[in-house]
């Protein structure tokens, strides 16, 4: 009944209190650390005057819906205010490390598409044979490999042992293109792989899922050859729970971002994220947890809206 | 038969695990604390097979005893979510209406966080620790949890055999714990062994990054913590916890999709 554009409207309004959500949460949760924020950061030079001029300075001393108001205008504004310790503002310490995770992010979803469908493309197309078993076998022990250490053994094979890859730092896309690259393969690699072989293994499903349907038995009885119905028959049919299952793994790529960041030392928000709950230094975890969660939710939300707006069976929901 | 060899195989990997955890005490190991500077990064041996890490402590001794943690961790965290999040869900899908709003609306926004994400965040807030990190894991599960018992209500609660219960006059605390629950039972039952093959990655995720379990504790991801400062004299420091962490997973995922396909025959075969 409703047309795609009011399915997508009614997803985008229905963000809104989750996204407030989200913020109560984040700002909520860092109001629970024990003890004075300004007598944490300060440590052992904390005096009086300190922690009052910090409090005041923080807005620390206000009530705390009302704290909590005056920061969601900033985060509106685009301004998270400054962080604790060097007193930088946010925003910008966010903004100067978004594009490294972005670019990080869009590598490993090129590098799990381009493994993770054609695996289940050939396991699929040929049930119970060989590539089949090798997709199942590489889908389960792919999604049971902790990635950090699966970055630890990519660093240790192609960058320190063979020498073929730079194992951490990073050069800006805009100084040198192909040295960006070469620093970005391996990160982008061990953050696709996992994620590839659960694509690879709902893939084959889908497939396995059209194969059994009769225009496809039709196809072959009008004697189509198997790579013509592989190709015009089974994958553009096969294609609506791929792209939805990719979707999905964008999302999950944000949060594994966090630990690949942190390996090979990449300039990015998750590594933002990581030293600032290191080093308690909370208005910084604040707003990283709340803008890597709003991209979570948001690419998760794209993926929904596309999903219905391409298979209207999904809008009756 | 063949469909019953995978679970039957990542159930025996997990007994196999929890049995090795439980009798470390007696097994013939090394010491896992005991520092011993002359046999510091000393390489896999007969007697000791995975070597000895920068401390010349047994890494084998320290793989069996980080399991405890591992281990403990999965378990009490699905346990704690599953004693939280099932009766949230099934008070949830029984409702409806006002009641369904106000459970599940804030559990939406605990889901609309990546989990690691969600685990590290709390755990900035809470401090470092075994007890504390399963706490977090049961916050970040509960909503998923929750969501499955809904589901399985919701689907189940229109069924004649409840309305011929109501119809008895059984009370709304008999029909949902008699007649509704067994019926989750399935789908919760493979969402916990899911649930902990997730919780023994992020712990060794966690403890890594260092937000996780404490250092004396021997944690399969504090060892590659350690080892990464060793990898190119003695790279078995990092690949035994690394191969360790991934053989529990391993079983626990083997387990999920046996279950799944053993239980529920309408599922699409093989998935």
């Given at each position: ?18 996204l407030?959500g ?21 440590g ?28 969601l ?16 503002p ?18 490993a ?48 094979g ?12 990073f ?8 040295d ?31 194969v059994?349907?009769?225009?496809v ?27 939805t299952?990719?979707?999905?793994q ?9 630990v690949?960041?942190?390996i ?24 990283t947890?709340l803008v ?11 993926t929904?809206?596309?999903y219905?707006?391409i ?7 | ?16 695990l ?24 000393r ?18 001794s320290r ?7 591992s281990?403990?961790v ?5 346990v704690?979510?599953v ?15 006002l009641?369904d ?5 804030p559990?939406?926004?605990?889901m ?38 809904r ?6 609660k ?36 899911v ?24 944690s ?15 790279p ?22 046996g ?7 309408q ?5």
């Amino acid at each position: 009944m409703s047309s795609p554009w009011i399915f997508a409207a009614r997803r985008l309004v229905l963000a809104v209190p989750l996204l407030l959500g989200m913020s109560i949460l984040v700002f909520g949760l860092m109001r629970l650390v024990p003890g004075d924020p300004a007598v944490v950061v300060l440590g052992y030079k904390a005096t009086p005057e300190g922690v009052r001029a910090l409090r005041e300075a923080f807005h620390l001393d206000e009530p705390v819906p009302q704290q909590y108001l005056r920061w969601l205008a900033g985060v509106l504004r685009g301004d998270f205010g400054l962080d604790f310790r060097q007193n930088e503002p946010i925003g910008r310490m966010i903004l100067e490390r978004l594009p490294v995770t972005l670019e990080l992010t869009l590598l490993a979803t090129l590098c799990t598409a381009l493994i993770g469908i054609p695996l289940g493309l050939v396991g699929g197309a040929r049930r119970h044979g060989f590539a089949d078993r090798a997709t199942l076998a590489i889908g389960l022990v792919g999604v049971s490999i902790p990635d950090f250490w699966l970055g630890i053994m990519l660093m240790l094979g192609l960058s320190l042992g063979a020498g073929l890859l730079p194992s951490g730092g990073f050069v800006p896309l805009g100084e040198a293109p192909l040295d960006n690259l070469r620093h970005l393969v391996l990160p982008a690699l061990t953050l696709a792989l996992s994620r590839a072989a659960v694509l690879g293994r709902l893939s084959r499903a889908a497939v396995l899922d059209v194969v059994q349907r009769g225009f496809v038995q039709f196809a072959r009885a009008k004697g189509l050859a198997e790579r013509d119905i592989l190709f015009r028959h089974v994958l553009p049919n096969a294609a609506i729970p791929i792209v939805t299952v990719l979707g999905l793994q964008i999302g999950y790529m944000l949060g594994g971002a966090i630990v690949v960041e942190m390996i090979f030392t990449l300039p990015g928000v998750g590594r933002l994220t990581l030293d600032a709950v290191l080093e308690r230094n909370y208005p910084v975890v604040q707003s990283t947890v709340l803008v890597i969660g709003a991209m979570f939710m948001l690419v998760n939300l794209a993926t929904d809206i596309l999903y219905g707006l391409i298979d209207p069976r999904v809008r009756r929901r | 038969m063949r469909r019953r060899r995978l679970p039957l195989a990542g159930l025996g990997i997990v007994v196999t695990l929890a049995v090795l955890t439980v009798l470390a005490p007696l097994l013939p190991l090394g010491s896992p604390t005991d520092i011993a500077k002359d046999l510091a990064l000393r390489g896999p041996t007969v007697a000791e097979p995975f070597g000895m890490d920068d401390l010349g402590r047994s890494i084998l001794s320290r793989v069996v005893y980080a399991y405890r943690i591992s281990l403990g961790v999965a378990v009490t965290s699905a346990v704690l979510a599953v004693l939280i999040g099932v009766p949230l869900g099934l008070v949830a899908g029984y409702c409806e209406g006002l009641a369904d709003q106000l459970i599940m609306r804030p559990l939406d926004v605990l889901m609309a966080f990546p989990a690691v994400l969600l685990a590290i965040a709390l755990m900035s807030v809470f401090g470092t620790g075994a007890v504390l990190l399963s706490v977090a894991l049961a916050i970040v599960y509960t909503p998923v949890m929750a969501r499955v018992a809904r589901a399985a209500v919701l689907a189940t609660k229109v069924e004649v055999y409840v309305d011929g219960a109501r119809a008895l006059g059984a009370t709304m605390p008999r029909l949902v714990l008699n007649h509704i629950a067994p019926n989750a039972a399935t789908p919760m039952l493979v969402q916990t062994s899911v649930l902990m093959a997730i919780g023994i990655l992020i712990e060794a995720a966690l403890s890594f990054l260092g937000v996780g379990v404490r250092p004396p504790t021997p944690s399969l991801g504090l060892m590659l913590a350690d080892g990464r400062g060793f990898m190119l004299q003695a790279p078995w420091m990092v690949v035994f916890p690394g191969l360790a962490v991934m053989l529990a997973v391993l079983g626990f995922n083997m387990l999920a999709d046996g279950l799944r396909d053993w239980l529920d025959p309408q599922a699409p075969a093989g998935r």
